[in-house]
Structure formats: C-alpha cells, structure tokens
C-alpha cells in the first residue's frame, strides 16, 4: 500500500514544516506524523511512515525511532475509536479501575484488543491531565470526563450510533 | 601547549595538569590503573557518545579553586570537564563505589548471563565491569525481558538481550556512514537496538559496531562460535586497503585466521593510526580476508586489559612463539567432528527434542534415537 | 477571599475571546513592555519580582533569563513549556483552556524581553482540543497587530507557534522537550551545556512553564516590587494549585500562599474538605513525585508548627518529615486509600515513562514496580520493603535527568511514613485483598530506615 497526501493535507504539512527554520524541517515530524495518522487509518504503518521520511527529506530510520518513542502513535492497527482510560494514581483513586472493567465487560475486549466490528479499541494510558475530572478517557481529540457506569453506556451507544448510521 | 591552558585536577589524591576541555574521564585514564573509573556507554571517537551508562560516576569534592563548593550529586566523569584545582574522589568515595555497584545491578538485572555461548566472552566489558565491581548474586526474582530476533544480515549478529543500551553503535553509524538504517525503538525498558522492518546493515564500514560493542550485542558472524578468543593469538597486521586504514589485528590460531578485528588500546578503543584518525576498518578487511596471505604480519599485540584475553598468555614474550601445528594439521584430514550445536535454543544433538520441554531430568536415554521415550 | 492575578477574570464569560480579553484589560503590559520598557529593565523587574519557576523546580525565573547567551547573529528562542505531565497536576490546561490570551500576553512580553521572534509553545498531544483554542487565539492576536512584524510600531517582531507532542511525560524536562522539538526522541540531554547556551537548534533558548510566563503579565502591569509583596518570605506571588483525589471539590484554585494546608482542604472557598464525610488519610502535595505525607505531618510541621501551602513550609523537615510545592498538583487520599496500591500505580507510570536512555532509571522502575505488584497481591516478604528502599536509594541522583528522582521519591515517602501498612499487606495476604488498612497506625513515630 502507498499512501500520498491530498492537497489538504499536504497544505497542511506545509503550514506545519513552515514554523521551523530552514533546514530544520524534521522539527515537524511530531506534528507531521498526527497529521499521517489522522489522515488514514489512526495508526502508522510502515510504509505510511518511509512517506513522512521522504517528505521530511529524513532518513527512515529516524522516524521509526521517534513514532516508537511516543505513546500516542499506534504501530498496530486500532479500531475507529479509541477509548483510552488514565489509570494513574489520581483516577485510580477516584475509580478508574471499576470504569477499565465495565468497559471490557461492555465491550467484550481485553485492554490492546479491538472489537470484533473493528469500531472500539480499548488502550489503558497514563495521566492525561484531567486529575480533577477523574475517572477519565481521551477518545479521539476531547476528553470524557467524570465517568460512572451510566456515562460509559450512552458514551458507546452515542460512537456507535455513528458508524451505524 | 601554553601553560595557561593547563588545568590542576586531583583524582584520589593524585594530582595531575591536563589541558582545558580535558574531562575528568580522560584524565583519570592519563592516571590509569584503578583511578580510572569503568566506561561502558562512553566511546572517545564517538561524538556525543556517553552520560547514559551511569557506571563512570564520580564525586567532586571541590569544583574549583575559584568555586570550591563540591557538586550536588555524583557526576558522569565521561562528560564532565575538569576545572581548575578541581578534586575528584573516585575509589576513594564510599558514595561512588555505592552507587557503581547499584549501576552493575541494574546493568545485569535482565542480562541473560550466558557468557558460556556468548562470543564477546573474555573481552567484554560487563564481565570485567561486574567481576570488579558486582555480587556474585542477585536479587531479581523476575523473568527476565526478552526480545523479538532481528536479523542484520550476513556478517552482524544481533542479540538484543544482552545489549545494555550504549547507543555506540547509533553513533557509529551515524558517524561512520551516510545511511544509518537501525536505530533505538520504543522507550524505557523496552528499548531495543532494531532496523523496525527486517533490513541487512550493508554499509562497508558498518562492521565497526561490532568493534565498539562492549558487550557480545553485536557480534561477527563469520567468527560465531568458532573459537574462545582467549585461545586465538592477536596478531597487528596491515594491508593495502583501498577503503581503509587497513591496519588491523588478527586473531590467529597457528596460520588461520579466525577473525579480524580493529586495533584497540587498553580501554577496548579503536587506536589511531599513525597519521591521528581513529582506525575503523572496513568490512572486506573484517569479514573477507581471512587468509594470512591477504596480510602482511607485522607482529604479535599486547592486549593490556583486565579481562582474560590479557591474563599472561599474550604478555610479554609469552606465547608469542607460533604453535607447531595448525587445527588443520591436528585433525590430519578428518573434518572436526560436532560435539554440540549449540543454538539459542537448546538442542542438544537432535534438534527435534528440546531440552526446556523434557520433564524432569534428562539422561542418555532421552537422546537415543532408537528409544520411544516421549520427550 | 485571596489575591487572584491570573484567574481573576476567569469566571467572565467570553474570556476566551481577544475581544472580551482586550476589553477587560488584556495586553497592557505589552504595551507597557514595548514602549515604557527594554529587555533589560523587564528582566529587572522579573528578578524583583521573586518569581519561581511554576513548573515544578522553583527555580527563579529572572536568575533564569539573566543566564542566556546573547553572541552575535544567533537567534535565541523562548519555549513555553506546556507539557503538563505530573500526575495531579492540571492548571495550565485550564489556564490555557480558558484565558488563552493570557498565556500570549505572557509569551509576547517575555520573547520581548529575551529577544525571541520564534516562539515555541510545546503543548502535551492529548491537549488536542488545546491546541486548536490556541491556534485560534494567536491568530486574533495577529489580526490584532500584537503578534508578527513591527508590534506596536516598535520594530519588534515575534511570532508565536503551537508544537504537538505526542504522548511523553519525560518532554516536561526541559532538555527533553528541547530534543522532541527538533524531531526527535524525547531523551534528556547530559548538561552541561545548558539550554541557555545551547538549546533549541544549539541556539540560546530559555524553557518557562505556562503559568509562569503568564505570572509576568501581573509582574510587568503591577511592578515587580508590588507583585513580590504578594505571599511570604520567598514564595512570592500567586500559585495555582490543581487539587484532585478525594475531595468534595476538585479543581483549579489561586492560592496567594499565606494560605494553611488545613485552610486549603476544608474550607469551602477550596477543597471543601474530604468527600463523604471520611477522615483524611494523606496527601501528595505537589504533583506525584513529591512525597506523600500522612495527614499528621499534612497539616503540621514535625515540630509542631501549621503547615501552609507554600515553597519553604511545604519542605520544613526536608524529605524526612516534609514535601514539596512542587508543579502544585495536590492529590489527596481518603482513609480508604490503600497506600501500596497507589505507589504500585506511581511506580507504573514512571516505568512506563522512563525514555530507557540511562540504566538506573531503565532498570530500576521496572524492578521497583515488579515488587510492588508483588506486594499488592499478597506475595510480597518483608525483605522486599528493604530492597525497595535499596533500589530507590540507588535510582536517586544517579540519573541523567530528574524522572530518576521522581520515580525514587515517592517510594520512599510511602514506606517512610507508610511502612507499617506494607508490613500488613504482606502479613496479611488474603485480607489485604479485599480490605484496606485504613488510617490505624498512621501517626505511630515515623520509621526512617537508614
């Protein structure tokens, strides 16, 4: 599989590499690989990754070592949503541990798994930043905050009610 | 050299000038002997190399003569540079050699300790570094971390369970060659030394990670298994090389050559060749010629380090005499008969039965091919 | 009711907007900066100031920008660190949530005064919806002629740029977000050099947290020497504290320091005391690497003296008996909390943190949260509290970078004052599964083992 920005996109690839000074272009890969990942699949194959390389005019290689380094890149593929639940000290605490089990049992997976329709993966991370909001999840760009049983609930019916419809 | 850009540094109440910009690693090495603290991570010819390994810490108990006040913590000696009147405690300092054995620990904590297989033993430097400074014992109850196999192609073997993280041989492909294609993946405790898609290091001078390997991580292919390296006989030899230095050692039983390696200093560093540029060599000299002819022998080499390829057998005039006859002579014709094959997995004469799958202990009967003994 | 200087105009609505922020007085002191003043005489102002460092070291801001390098033709760089990480710890977020401008004004005056026309703002990946309000406030200010060339007629040009992370506790450290901004790897960086000399692009480069570039709007619109009136001896100013855990109101507040951590907990005005009426168990008071105290040394010093939340009471008693202010994330526990469970959850996010660049840390956070796993499920022995207290002792000031300390600290402090409660974990296996040891001997004399 070869993949290739559309005009969008490489618009904002552009936007992206011009905040950096000339020559120093592969300050941008951070950005350019949520933009990578964002684009297509939600994670990162390798052939996904050797475009960025090229584009950033890199060597391979660097962006391996990066897009491994940090915990927001998927190197698995993953499914359309991502619920992923702090477990930190604070929202352990405040009871994340209920919420991870309701959350399997809901969706019959295990934490790294995905569901068989291939909508939900379940990933576990640590703190995001919502201490005072525990128990929390990230899915996709905004937090969900201040999760019970209940809140859980209308959270999957409202994502799934999106990919049925 | 003027004199005012020598600076005053007390290592263990040794006192010595070295010139600014000096670190304080190198200038206890200029001391030698025990003041020099063990390097692991740590490469001179290596830019940027160090910091990480953690087992050169030292303790400064001055800073300087214009600002005495002793450094918070202990420092890593291979990236501290000296100041002017500094002092420096190294096995004079109960805190150092605390702190060292904690690193040996933690070093060790997932090594797989097989030195009996691993190629690197007897010139390694995790060996000597926890013979100097480890306990016989550890205190990790745990299974040890294991990793994927990556295979590098022809001439280096990787074994990632045994790498300690010294990011030389990121550097030295960095360095040493336009393309570096293996790199560090992941993070943490899962860190590994990996291409991330299957691909061969290729590069003709890429052979150089083997040499800067403190531990048996990399190794060479075409010498894998061969022979202890305390039973080989180092040899400096040269030959017209079109690509490098071609200023090599090596490693001979009698008149075979069973590997070459660069030429390395007491502290296991590639020395200089005379004209003061490191002596990497390149990979047809390491991994192709491997025939005395190809060489011209200019004479057996001293290896000064602790480790046992340096214990009296290369010192001085002993050994330097060739053995009467080769291995070839020896076995008279006969090809070298297989004791044991031995792979990372064990197997123990017939591949098909694994020694971890045999229930309790195994004995003769388990290996004889005529018996119906379930393994 | 306590100063407020940053978030005293939070609760306005539409604060979020250039509009309603210019009209409540927003951006005065970069008119103030530009035309009244020279980067030197902010500078000035800013050491008078007192200000610490907000991010989690307290170092002081001013001694900070005195340090960077000025050599000819080289550009220098502010970068605001916005990679709020420490578990507990969430006040930029909701500083830079609600009252983005504020942060701009900030960053504008202090780029001034350190000479910087790039900008970096490196914000946390999971921000991602921070980073769009961000995006979109820089560009009003650009509309609005406060960001790009010639601000204000002076000649002075800056630009301000939002930086994604990616998922990286370490890129807090400043040398390891300075390393994520370039492309790569988030692995600190062996000082020296520091990055005053040679930081971003080996250029000058000056790392400030969120909060304390926008303590600089008050600093330069009130004068140092007012500003460092506010609070007590060196702790100058006000503090944002997140507070979360077991408490009936958790959030965001601005404390101006005078305040007692008793105050803090129970009075309406804050925490509003412990949720469901329980008793207060401990508390980490300083985002978690700071050491937990248990509510006796909380609440006073080991001498006896009321603790208040500020730099210098906080630590009295140094790490025996006290804390740290720290990054100002407070969690507090309940007496239901189990204190070995919570240091195993520490422990996993610090593993799972370390960049695996220096062995201590590599090593030494896996082996730590291992035992403590052990612990938690009922196979733990006595022997296994001292080796924890061994490995930890070995992590600590061993490093490269503080994550060592960080990830050392906290089991420390747990089975400093909490060595009783892991000794009945392990002695009580089976129970320890399914009851918790509560606060029955927490106040017993503290155990330090040598």
Redesign the interface.
């Known amino acids: 599989m070869t993949y290739t920005f559309n005009d969008t996109q490489m618009a904002e690839l552009n936007r992206l590499v011009a905040?950096y000074?000339e020559g120093?272009q592969?300050?941008?890969?951070?950005?350019a690989?949520?933009l990578a990942q964002d684009s297509f699949d939600g994670w990162l194959p390798?052939e996904l990754m050797d475009y960025i390389a090229n584009l950033?005019k890199?060597?391979?290689?660097?962006v391996?070592?990066?897009a491994?380094?940090?915990?927001?890149?998927n190197l698995k593929p993953v499914g359309k949503f991502i619920f992923e639940v702090c477990?930190?000290?604070?929202c352990?605490?405040?009871g994340s541990d209920d919420i991870i089990a309701y959350i399997q049992e809901k969706l019959d997976i295990k934490p790294g798994e995905t569901t068989k329709d291939g909508v939900f993966t379940l990933k576990l991370?640590?703190?995001?930043?919502?201490?005072?909001?525990?128990p929390m999840m990230?899915v996709?760009?905004?937090?969900r905050e201040h999760l019970t049983k209940e809140k859980v609930d209308s959270i999957i019916a409202e994502y799934r009610a999106t990919v049925t419809n | 050299m003027s004199e005012q850009n020598l600076f005053k540094v007390t290592i263990d109440n040794i006192t010595i000038d070295v010139p600014a910009g000096t670190t304080v690693l190198q200038a206890a090495r200029l001391i030698g002997g025990q003041v020099a603290p063990p390097a692991m991570c740590f490469y001179s010819k290596l830019e940027g190399s160090g910091g990480k390994c953690r087992t050169c810490l030292v303790e400064v108990s001055k800073g300087s003569e214009k600002d005495p006040r002793p450094m918070p913590k202990l420092v890593a000696s291979c990236r501290t540079t000296v100041m002017d009147g500094m002092e420096v405690k190294n096995i004079t300092s109960e805190k150092v050699l605390d702190a060292r054995a904690g690193v040996v620990e933690f070093l060790l904590l997932n090594h797989p300790l097989d030195c009996p297989i691993c190629d690197q033993a007897g010139e390694c430097h995790l060996q000597d570094l926890s013979f100097e400074h480890g306990k016989a014992d550890t205190r990790y109850e745990f299974q040890r971390r294991t990793f994927k196999k990556h295979d590098l192609g022809k001439h280096i073997q990787l074994h990632m369970t045994r790498c300690i993280l010294c990011y030389r041989c990121v550097y030295t492909a960095d360095q040493l060659t336009n393309k570096r294609v293996h790199g560090i993946l992941d993070r943490g405790d899962h860190a590994e030394i990996a291409t991330h898609i299957e691909k061969s290091l290729d590069n003709e001078f890429i052979g150089n990670v083997i040499d800067v390997c403190p531990v048996g991580a990399l190794t060479d292919k075409t010498f894998r298994f061969k022979n202890r390296v305390w039973f080989l006989k180092p040899m400096d030899a040269h030959r017209d090389c079109p690509t490098c230095s071609g200023r090599v050692t090596l490693w001979n039983r009698g008149d075979e050559v069973y590997r070459v390696t660069a030429r390395k200093d007491q502290w296991g560093e590639i020395e200089d060749t005379p004209d003061g540029k490191p002596g990497w060599i390149c990979n047809v000299c390491r991994f192709d010629k491997k025939e005395t002819s190809d060489w011209i022998i200019e004479g057996p080499r001293e290896i000064s380090r602790q480790s046992v390829i340096a214990q009296g057998h290369y010192a001085g005039n002993i050994g330097t005499t060739k053995p009467n006859e080769t291995f070839k002579a020896v076995n008279d014709g006969r090809t070298p008969h297989l004791l044991m094959d031995i792979h990372d997995e064990s197997e123990v004469n017939q591949p098909t039965i694994h020694l971890g799958k045999i229930q309790g202990p195994s004995h003769g009967d388990t290996f004889n091919t005529n018996n119906t003994h379930k393994a | 009711m306590g100063v407020k200087l940053l978030l005293d105009k939070a609760n306005v609505p539409g604060i979020r907007t250039y509009e309603v922020y210019r009209r409540e007085g927003g951006y005065r002191s970069v008119e103030k900066a530009l035309k009244e003043m020279n980067p030197e005489s902010i500078v000035e102002e800013v050491k008078k100031s007192g200000l610490r460092g907000r991010g989690g070291a307290g170092f002081p801001t001013g001694m900070k920008w005195s340090f960077i390098a000025k050599p000819e033709g080289v550009p220098r760089h502010l970068v605001c660190n916005a990679d709020e990480s420490e578990p507990g710890t969430f006040k930029d977020r909701y500083l830079m949530e609600f009252i983005p401008h504020l942060l701009l004004e900030g960053l504008i005056v202090s780029s001034f005064a350190l000479g910087s026309h790039d900008t970096y703002i490196y914000i946390r990946g999971e921000y991602a919806w921070i980073t769009d309000i961000l995006e979109e406030a820089i560009n009003e200010a650009k509309a609005n002629g406060w960001l790009g060339k010639n601000i204000l007629g002076t000649g002075f040009e800056c630009n301000i740029h939002v930086h994604r992370g990616a998922g990286a506790y370490i890129c807090g450290e400043e040398t390891a977000l300075i390393e994520s901004l370039e492309g790569k790897r988030g692995n600190p960086r062996i000082k020296p050099p520091f990055p005053a000399i040679q930081g971003l692009w080996q250029r000058p480069t000056v790392v400030n947290n969120v909060e304390t570039l926008a303590a600089i709007v008050p600093i330069i619109n009130m004068g140092g020497e007012e500003y460092a009136k506010i609070g007590v001896g060196r702790s100058t100013g006000t503090k944002l504290i997140s507070a979360c855990g077991n408490i009936n109101k958790p959030g965001v507040y601005e404390i101006d320091m005078t305040i007692s951590v008793e105050e803090f907990i129970y009075s309406d005005e804050y925490c509003g005391g412990i949720k469901g009426g329980k008793q207060l168990k401990a508390c980490i008071p300083g985002g978690s690497s700071v050491p937990i105290l248990p509510a006796n040394l909380l609440l006073k010093t080991a001498t006896g003296e009321t603790r208040y939340m500020n730099y210098e009471s906080l630590s009295d008693g140094g790490f025996a008996t006290g804390s740290m202010l720290g990054s100002g994330g407070f969690i507090v526990l309940d007496e239901d909390q189990c204190i070995v469970k919570n240091t195993l959850t520490l422990a996993r996010f610090y593993r799972h943190e370390s960049c695996g660049q220096c062995s201590p840390c590599r090593e030494g956070t896996g082996w730590m949260e291992k035992i403590l796993h052990k612990i938690e499920h009922g196979h733990g022995t006595i022997a296994d509290i001292d080796l924890l207290w061994d490995i930890q002792r070995k992590i600590e000031g061993n490093t490269i970078c503080p994550l060592g300390d960080a990830a050392a600290w906290p089991v420390a402090a747990a089975i400093r004052h909490f060595r009783d409660e892991f000794e009945w974990h392990i002695n009580n296996p089976v129970l320890s599964q399914t009851s918790n040891f509560g606060l029955q001997h927490y106040a017993d004399p503290i155990h330090v083992p040598a």
């Open positions: 905040r000074p120093k592969k300050s941008a890969l951070l950005p690989l949520h390798t950033l890199i060597e391979p290689i660097e391996y070592e990066v491994s380094f940090y915990s927001m890149f477990q930190t000290g604070p352990m605490i405040s991370v640590e703190c995001l930043g919502a201490c005072g909001y525990a990230q996709g760009k905004i937090f």
